[in-house]
């Protein structure tokens, strides 16, 4: 069943509040156990939560060099099949990588207190050219994430890689769980957790750059309406590329009807401590639908 209030959050632990992105499997341990702190809180308050987080410096690297994400003939082809022996090692180091991100990420909010379960999607949720097969995600999953959550236990997704019936393998995205998780957990909000204070009209470390504190979109066709920037020239990095948070952003609010809100906040701020309780944050963004 969708929507029948399995949590109150799905937040979004995106890669720079977590990882050092610019240097090589490095973790970023203040903007990480400041965000573990704040849930360790929310959930001390009795409101309940599913995790995602991105994978930042790890991962990434492996996957790219070794072309995990391309699959198995390289131009997103090869059915299922044996692996080339090369794609089998990038793809076995990937997971390595990403796994042990989970691992660190999985001590900081047990040392919260937060009785934290990882759900590692591989091989049990595939895709199929790159997306979902059958465009959600399989009930086995869903089952599984709710029956941690009924004996009281926080489930924690990491991106992947993934058995894929087109292409062999391939990457899936932490992203895509924050859609889905919200849709069938019934969320009444969405947090995505960032090293920076939300979006901005330049980047943040541009003297000019302003805070854009409401975003609309626009549910029947997909616009993202920003204040004083567009989505192309806002195209500096903080979490694994804005355009593509601010999609998933709005898909969110698309595809999960509780969804009230989604906010883009800053790691262990006073914004972020409201976004995750459903309040507006003066010093986040909020996405909102257009009326």
């Avoid at 890689?161 to 919200?182: F, H, N, P, R």
């Avoid at 090293?195 to 470390?205: A, I, L, Q, R």
């Avoid at 990095?237 to 595809?255: E, F, N, W």
Wanted: glycine share 14%; charged share 20%; with cysteine.
């Amino acid at each position: 069943m969708e929507g029948d209030g399995a949590v109150d959050v799905v937040v979004k632990i995106g890669g720079s509040a977590c990882t050092r992105k610019a240097c090589f499997e490095t973790l970023n341990e203040e903007a990480l156990s400041a965000i573990s702190a704040q849930l360790g809180k929310l959930a001390s308050e009795g409101r309940k939560m599913a995790v995602i987080h991105g994978a930042g410096s790890f991962g990434h690297q492996q996957a790219k060099e070794y072309g995990v994400s391309k699959g198995g003939d390289g131009n997103g082809g090869g059915g299922v099949s044996l692996l080339p022996e090369r794609l089998r090692e990038g793809f076995a180091k990937t997971r390595l990588s990403v796994t042990t991100l989970n691992k660190h990420v999985i001590t900081a909010l047990l040392k919260e207190g937060l009785p934290a379960v990882t759900i590692s999607p591989c091989p049990f949720v595939g895709t199929e050219g790159k997306v979902l097969s059958g465009g959600c995600l399989p009930a086995m999953a869903v089952e599984g994430t709710r029956g941690l959550l009924t004996r009281g236990l926080v489930p924690v997704v990491h991106g992947d890689a993934v058995l894929d019936e087109k292409q062999t393998v391939a990457i899936l995205s932490g992203d895509i769980w924050m859609v889905e998780l919200s849709r069938e957990l019934g969320a009444k909000s969405a947090v995505f957790v960032t090293d920076v204070d939300g979006v901005f009209t330049k980047p943040p470390s541009e003297p000019e750059a302003e805070l854009l504190q409401t975003i609309l979109v626009d549910t029947a066709t997909g616009e993202i309406e920003l204040a004083g920037a567009t989505v192309s020239q806002a195209s500096h990095d903080v979490t694994g590329g804005l355009t593509a948070k601010l999609r998933c952003a709005a898909d969110v609010l698309i595809q999960a009807p509780t969804v009230e809100s989604v906010y883009i906040v800053r790691a262990g701020s006073p914004a972020a401590a409201e976004a995750l309780r459903g309040i507006t944050p003066e010093g986040g963004t909020t996405l909102k639908r257009k009326v």
